[in-house]
């Protein structure tokens, strides 16, 4: 089956800096990357995504990455802010059936 | 708001006792997942119901099985608790046509305790 490994576990970082997330995926099948930032206490929320025919995607201060070839996509926040402090998963999901494989998430802390 | 609501938030139930968790799925979606966190991991997926039937499982033993309602909605039930199951039960739902599918929108889980 699918596995995904996910770096760094912990990321801290100061206000307005950049952050990095990377992941590797197992399965040259996967076509669909979500990602996720799940807060304290609540269940994960979807910020971005990417299908495995674009190599990046962007969304305001969020940008994803994907290189099939090395079977690896990162996230990328831009100018982070203290309520980015979260922790971050990334997944693989085969196609025909959304079943994602998840990594074992990011706790990003940002520094005012 | 994701639209997917979860009940109950919270439960503590006695080691060798059975649960039964609740998921209302989004409007429009026909798919619904059900996946376990425990502190620190990310989620790990048990089952998938699409239109009424399992559509895929994880690495879960029998005594974790679910359904899925008309209404879409759905349950997770499981037996003989271990104190091993006490986690986050999240659940996810999406939509699935002729092999395509949108992303999984989840809910703000059920927080598991086995004593």
């Known amino acids: 089956g699918e596995n995904v490994e996910q770096h760094p576990s912990t990321l801290s970082v100061q206000e307005g800096d950049s952050a990095v997330i990377k992941c590797t995926y197992s399965d040259s099948a996967s076509n669909y990357f979500p990602w996720y930032k799940q807060e304290l206490g609540k269940g994960p929320q979807l910020i971005i995504d990417i299908r495995s025919n674009v190599g990046e995607k962007k969304d305001q201060r969020i940008a994803v990455t994907l290189n099939k070839t090395a079977k690896h996509f990162s996230l990328h926040i831009t100018e982070t802010q203290p309520e980015d402090s979260a922790v971050y998963f990334c997944?693989?999901?085969?196609?025909?059936?959304?079943?994602?494989?998840f990594g074992r998430g990011t706790s990003l802390i940002v520094h005012p | 708001e994701t639209g997917v609501t979860q009940s109950p938030t919270h439960l503590i139930k006695t080691r060798g006792q059975q649960v039964t968790l609740r998921c209302s799925s989004q409007s429009g979606h026909n798919t619904v997942s059900w996946y376990q966190q425990a502190l620190g991991q990310g989620p790990q997926f048990i089952f998938q119901?699409?239109?009424?039937?399992?559509?895929g499982r994880g690495n879960f033993p029998p005594r974790f099985s679910g359904l899925q309602f008309p209404n879409y909605s759905s349950e997770l039930n499981v037996n003989a608790l271990e104190l091993d199951d006490s986690a986050l039960y999240l659940c996810a739902s999406s939509s699935a046509s002729q092999g395509t599918d949108t992303e999984a929108f989840f809910g703000q889980g059920t927080r598991l305790t086995v004593v």
């Open positions: 119901y699409y239109r009424e039937e399992e559509n």
């Open positions: 997944a693989a999901t085969l196609g025909g059936s959304y079943i994602p494989t």
